[in-house]
């Protein structure tokens, strides 16, 4: 039996499958991420997954359990998640606890090597190799080279508005229009106390790639710029990475790239330009948007754990479950 779990900070949703891909039950509870929540929340939320999933079924040494946990990559919180874990379920099952960007990755590749970006409100390109060698680009928040995070997105949207503003143009433009009605309210001035609030700025400004998202779809010039600006930031990331990590041991083959997050699923902009800059560029990248949820990474990160691959069966079978 296989266990995941896709652990984050508003909520956690957990699966059970069977040897044949078979999902048993999911369940969906609250936040699990240890930056954002206290040890004994986590423990409760945790207690009451496993209580819809095993109902009462106690796990053997055949067992395998994953969790894809947001937050749990520095500090030693993988260590404790995994020790916390233990303590409700057991130590006869093999428990693996890790970042929820392998998840994200695996979900798409179905255990094999690639490269996953994710851009919502931040952004970060992480990487693992045939070797199972991993890497990463980015991710050191918003103030640190986050350029195809929402933040960015929605700060280059803030800025245009706010420059026409001082130019003279009182009268609000088609994008001055949609930045103000975002946030319901009827002033420029108005904007000021909502984006600084304190604590709430970064999300706040990220909600405004919504904008530039739906707007560069319908072929707006300018925000398809904000996009496509994003993108090249991507592929810079994405470049760094495949040098680092797996130029040497791809040979020639495609080396996917997930495109994850916000921004990176809906944007249609952002995917047209990376494959034509790849393309010019002459670089092995496939770009595909993720189309199934991190949970089904975590069963096939337990896989690779155990040393096994996915049967076509097995695949068939837990992804069905997906998308029926």
Avoid at 14 to 29: H, I, N, S
Avoid at 120 to 143: C, D, M, P, Q
Avoid at 150 to 167: H, P
Wanted: with cysteine; aromatic share 8%; hydrophobic share 40%.
């Amino acid at each position: 039996m296989i266990i995941g779990i896709d652990g984050g900070g508003t909520k956690t949703t957990g699966v059970m499958v069977d040897a044949q891909g078979t999902v048993l039950k999911m369940a969906t509870v609250g936040p699990t991420n240890p930056n954002s929540s206290h040890y004994e929340s986590i423990k409760m939320e945790l207690q009451n997954l496993f209580s819809e999933l095993l109902q009462g079924e106690e796990l053997s040494e055949k067992d395998l359990v994953f969790a894809g946990i947001s937050g749990a990559e520095s500090g030693g919180k993988k260590e404790w998640f995994k020790e916390l874990l233990a303590s409700l379920l057991g130590d006869k099952p093999t428990i693996t606890v890790d970042n929820d960007a392998i998840t994200a990755l695996y979900s798409e590749t179905k255990g094999e090597p690639g490269i996953v970006c994710i851009s919502g409100t931040g952004s970060i390109a992480f990487g693992v190799n045939e070797k199972l060698e991993r890497g990463r680009v980015g991710g050191w928040g918003y103030l640190i080279n986050d350029g195809y995070s929402g933040f960015t997105i929605g700060k280059n949207v803030l800025e245009f508005v706010f420059e026409k503003y001082d130019a003279g143009g009182h009268e609000p433009c088609r994008l001055t229009e949609e930045v103000l009605n975002h946030f319901q309210v009827k002033e420029m001035s108005e904007l000021v106390p909502l984006v600084y609030e304190l604590g709430k700025t970064r999300d706040r400004i990220a909600s405004l790639a919504r904008v530039a998202v739906v707007r560069s779809n319908q072929g707006d010039d300018l925000c398809t710029s904000f996009i496509e600006g994003a993108a090249q930031a991507m592929l810079k990331d994405i470049h760094v990475l495949y040098e680092k990590l797996m130029k040497d041991t791809v040979g020639q083959d495609t080396v996917p790239i997930i495109l994850t997050g916000g921004i990176g699923q809906h944007a249609k902009v952002m995917k047209d330009y990376l494959h034509s800059e790849a393309q010019v560029a002459g670089l092995p990248f496939s770009f595909s948007r993720a189309a199934l949820p991190p949970i089904v990474g975590t069963v096939y990160a337990a896989l690779r754990v155990s040393g096994e691959k996915a049967s076509d069966d097995f695949i068939s079978r837990f992804e069905g479950y997906f998308h029926n």
